[in-house]
């Protein structure tokens, strides 16, 4: 058998792959899944992308609290002048002791700092306004320097500073009405962008650079193509793994509904709920397209089983649904496009963030499968000897389990570990489908490496006195990547619905995270019906696509079946 | 003879180390099951409480080095305070573990042995799983043969979309529907809760029969897509192969050449797939059973993994290993007889 | 005895803002008439067809007992199906937690007088002037002692209600044939004490009594060391254990051996396969077992007619999943659940699947959620900040939605139909603005502009344990995150298993745990509250310890006389209430479906809150 190029033979395949049938339809259904996933932060969001406001709220609470911090300073002052003062440098806790008092100080300065920006940024940019804002900082940097530099004995009392604080609350308080008072000034700001972290960044970057890849004919980009998936995959993960955010503290929404922000303009995602945002005068509401869906003005369902009044003496009770900025009317068919779940959260913005993390553990699941097996395969094929016997002694002991029932096991029972080691539980899947799955590959793989070791080429190399490591990995390891290629797709597929499986049973994602299978779980628990189909159908889809595209790989990788 | 001693060899040192995976897996797992034992939402306690999880940490090994405590397992010398006098014990219970047969009992319900447990829960999904297997090798090898004959036709097409679409569907969505459907909520066809009905008598055969409708419907289909997809593929290239072509050309019937040559042939790395498809079964019966509340095993592993039972899970997955091997072991004979380059020994 | 409740678990019950409104209809009957949520009936017009014998109850359990030994497994679903299968001395009335005789047919209650040589006088107490004088009141032949008279100076203490005396029923049976004898008790209380009996739910109940004995084949006595408001409870839910089974000591036992130790028992007890086969003394008699179901049939065993049950057998059925059970009882596959979802017991009414065959109600038993929090963590200490998470917490909102109305705010865990709850005390609001603001005093607020409150650097951040799988828990955390950040404090939800729970739970390592307090009718605070339960591993998680407390609870402990104790309780409430040491939750009613079959029907506030043994069929 003549030798395998990669180089030559990739695109080759590539191209009979993507001629196929099918094959760029399911291309695109993935990369909308995808998409989907890597955009959900801009497709459903409680955030405006851009708002242009007074957020007259948090003026007023700085405004407010300005002058007891500066009034706390006093003690804190003390504390921190006597710490100083008992300071011997040959005794470790008296430093230690100045040290604390004086980091407490520093944090004080920095809460009064952060409220007298807020005050600079919306009070009126007349000058009467701004310059007893500029005099107070003035007067608070050259404290804070002489804070700095220990020289407690120089500073005047805080209780100065507050009582210019108290004044400012006089001059300042923003206007009421016929009361006067200050006018505020609209600012820009950004609270959906602002609250992207990087790797989602990341992710939607790499992805845009990725998409033409698809539309267009690669062939000398093969490797440019894999090093941007790569980014992205991991970018992707770091986005559905990130660390809980506690949630938001202050909504944009809500601010704008209880007048606490004054609004100029905003521009929301087309879907302005944010997967976590409850509503809880309007949980487990049915599809709003649907008729039984329809409430009236008390929060009470007009048709349907929900309107059923019980013949004894409880009706079900209700409270007005609160309809805030930016949604949609209260029974217009699109506010709910799939309903919502039993704590009035939007289940479409929960399927779209939810596939961030059924895609990142079954892609990047599939990803370690294939990297181990082919790694370990090929290494062993290559090597034989002990290393061989180890191997298929392992592979031998995993596939005797039963895979799913493995992974289900492992990831129960190392979920809680996981988690208090501070490792998202759905790290811990990945984890535990990698280590079951990649036995599978493995075999296909070392039956690969056994037959090319041995072909003329190999040995051809061998005698020419290369290194066993550079035969490896030039020669040996990209003509054993065939029946590894194959199966890709498929080991994504049941990475997929391992993870989706766990979570339905309740091991997998931490609460609050959506994802497809803890969907699909929460509809068992709760009943809800409507809750069931979406999920589902997007695990289909996902996994028909990826099975179609695979189907297409095998073919293309093997030209008697496509005869 | 030696292969045969080589074989056993080889699989008793597979089950050893499954058993040592599934024992030093379990017990990582956090929260002790001594703790279960005593825990209870009106539980209250003071010292006495407290003396008793020590006394039943040690009567059960739970305090000693991971080691001691897989030996214990293992057998057939208990080594608890109880244990055999060989290792400082009081000689009253000198055998136990996996190789006297004994699995322990749950921590929970000391009164329940776990092996016959397990068995009598196997006793539920065997059947489950063994019809389900039998139905999706009667579907997918006729289904897998006739596809592979008659590739790029029409029905080629069609009942390859649909086994694809059955390989992707996963169970427990597929399970929900087929509630929604069938159950008393939709057309109201079928039960779909447990095995039996109320007023059934035990041999209401009929009865049992409509229940386990559709829990081996959805443990089979995703076999089916499997079995089909590998029978076509199989009978594709043999179709295609020169020896076939040879027996077009030497004027065989096409029946004959269909049977004889094809079919036969491309059975052989479908039996592969026999060894396979029961530990599917069994696992997918984890799902299966929990969505349609039938107590067997699958159903008795979760609980056993919600409850902490240590003991019980790694004997779920020790049996469903055995099973596992058997199974590999099977299809190995199998193969050995349809093929007669293994069989010949050539490969 | 009064009957304290009975008045106030009517549902004639002013509505608070979070209930449910009503409409009139059936809401002024009676609350222990029975079949009074039935659709086709009004108990004030229509009588109660006859009472038939016949018919196989199916009713649903969402988990099957460990085993059926009561000792052994204090669960719910245990002492549920022990109810039909066995009894107690005393039972308690439906309704009004009243004792009243079972296995034993008359008891009578005597007090102590220890002498200042702590000799002890046994009888009825009556005080005559300078003296006391002690009248025996049990049965002639078995006086405690002769009348006597103690000059005052003498007594050191007197503590009132601590001898019980009973005469057993005659003619009760084990379901094997075996006579009842007072044996029999006296084995539960001795098992009781011996450590390695796997009963450490159960012993601190016989803790305090001292003595217990024989009279004669009918008759027995228990000694109670001190004056104790709930001794009476105690013996009431004394059960029995087979002497001739379980004793391996007796000379009942087949087997006897008298020279068994102590640890020898306790083993032959634990692993006893008659804790799954259970053998009692009830009108119906444990015939299965299964995986899916426990069966009993009804058998004589010398039970009176309103005891002695109307179905020929009863099948506790499990069905783990609570949305499943609706769809069984609409398909007939069982006769009974109380555990319908919110949205299954609403929209059952409207559906014809449903009210062809069943119809719905609810009743309450004491139980109620709660969060407690872990005092010995330094951020929680504070009870500004715990009241301030309590103000941040919006059960009106999980009320309205979750439960649709049905479940109620409550201000302390126990019974809140008693003289010692004070339905006054209103719960706190849902107001994130005083919350922020009490933590501000409290020292917390925004000092890196990260909009989480915090204090030496580090954000107030707490992490609440619920137990994986449980959907209230879960759902309620999921909303309290929410609410809690508005108020600038960080929420962590800790699903776990429950072994895990417990474990950390025992071993202090925990901010805060979601839990229900599931506690008879009569409840004692002080395994939760008194500082003397302080310590890894008791039932007072919180760590809470105040002097005030700890005297108000034993104080009221030894307090015999309802209207006194019910007041000290009532202050104690209001004193834990001010403390937030648990942020309070609600009280969820049962709702129940009921087959249209099932007649006399009654839902009362003590556990299990329905006696099968009353209800019959009638098609």
Known sequence: MERFDAAVAIPGVWSRWRAQRGVRFALSVLALVISSAIFAPFLASARPYTLLAVDRGAYETSLAELEPLLRNWNARLLDAAAASAALRD??????????????????????????????????????????PLDALELRLRGWTGKVHAGEFDDLGPASELAASAAALRQSHRPRDGSLGGMRLRERRSFPLLADLSFGEWLAALAWLAALPLFVRRARARGWIALGVLAVLLASLCAAAFRAPSGLSTREVKLGVA???????????????????????????????????AEIDEHGRYVRGPRAAQSTLELVPSARPVAVLPAEPSLNSPVRHLLGTDALGRDVLARALWGGRASLAVGLLSASGVLFLGVLVGALAGYLRGVFDALVRALIAILQSFPPFFLVVTAAAIGAERAASASLQPLAWVTLVIVAVGWTGIARLVRAEALRVRELDYVSAVRALGYSRGRIFFRHVLPNVLTPAL??????????????????????????PDPSWGALLQEARAGSLAWLIAAPGLLILVTCLALAWLGDAARDALDPRESR | MRTLLLGSLRASATLLGLVAIAFVLLRLAPGDPAQLRFASDDAVDSGAAAEALVRFRSEHLLDRPLHVQFLHYLGPFDLSPAGHKLFGGSGSQPWGGLLAGDFGREYLRPDVEIAPEVLRRLSVTLPLALLSALLAYALALPLGVWQGLRRASAFDRWSRALTLLAYCAPVFWVALLLQELFGPAGLDWLPILGLRSR???????????????????????ASIATISRQMRAATAEIASSDFVLAARARGVRERAVIWRHIVRNALVPATTMVGQVLPWLVGGSVIVETVFEIPGMGKYALESLQRREYDAVAACVIVTGVMTLAGLRLSDVLQSRLDPRVRDGAV | MALPWASSCSPSEPATESSPPRTSGNAALDATAPDRFRPDFDPRRDALPAPRRGGKVVIHVETLPRQLNYLLDNSGVTRRILQELHGTLLERDLFTGVHRPLLADSWVVEDTLVLRDERRLYGELVEQGERWLVVPRSTPSHELSAAVEVPKADV??????????????????????????????????????????????????????????KLDERSLRFFYDRQYFGAAAVFGALTPLPTHIYDLRAPQHPNARPEATDEELARYVNEHPANRNWIGVGPYRLVEFSDEYVEAERVDMGWPSQDAGWFDSIRWRLITDDALAYRALCAGEIDFTTRLLSDDFFRASSDPEFTSRAYVGHFYTPRASYIGWNLRRAQLADARVRTALALATDWDGLVQSFYRGLAQRVTAEWFDGGLDYDRELEPLPFDVQRARALLAEAGWYDRDGDGFVDRDGKPLSIEILTQAGSRAGEVFLQRYQETLAQAGVRLDIGAVAWPVLIERVREREFDGVYKVWVVPIQSDPAQRWHSREVGT??????SFSAPDVDRLIEVSASELDDARRGAMCRELQRRLYAEQAYNYGVKVPHRFGASLRLRNVRVGPVDPGFRVREWYFVD
């Open chain 2, 199 to 221: 007023a059934a008598p035990s041999g209401d055969w009929g009865d049992l029969a409509a229940h386990a409708v559709l829990p081996i419907v959805c443990l089979s289909y």
């Open chain 1, 486 to 511: 194959a199966a890709a797709a498929f080991v994504a597929i049941s990475a997929l619905l391992a993870e989706s499986s766990v979570s339905f049973l309740g091991f997998g994602v931490r609460l």
């Open chain 1, 90 to 131: 040959d005794d470790p806790r008296s430093v230690h002791a100045a040290w604390e008092t004086h980091a407490a100080l520093l944090r004080e300065v920095r809460a009064v700092e952060l409220r007298l920006s807020t005050l600079r940024r919306y009070a009126s940019s007349e000058r009467a306004a701004q310059v």
């Open chain 3, 156 to 213: 050191a203490r007197i503590e009132r209600g601590t001898v019980y005396t009973f005469r057993l029923r005659s003619g009760i049976h084990w379901h094997d044939g075996a006579p009842l004898r007072p044996e029999d008790f006296l084995l539960t209380w001795r098992l009781a004490r011996i450590p390695q009996v796997r009963c450490d739910e159960k012993r601190f109940e016989f803790e305090h009594i001292v003595h217990a004995e």
């Open chain 1, 258 to 292: 209880t007048g606490a922000i004054e609004l100029a303009s905003a521009w929301y995602p087309p879907i302005p709920f944010g997967p976590d945002e409850t509503r809880m005068s309007e949980a487990a509401r049915p599809p709003t397209w649907t008729s039984v």
């Open chain 3, 537 to 542: 591993g008791s039932a007072n998680e919180t």
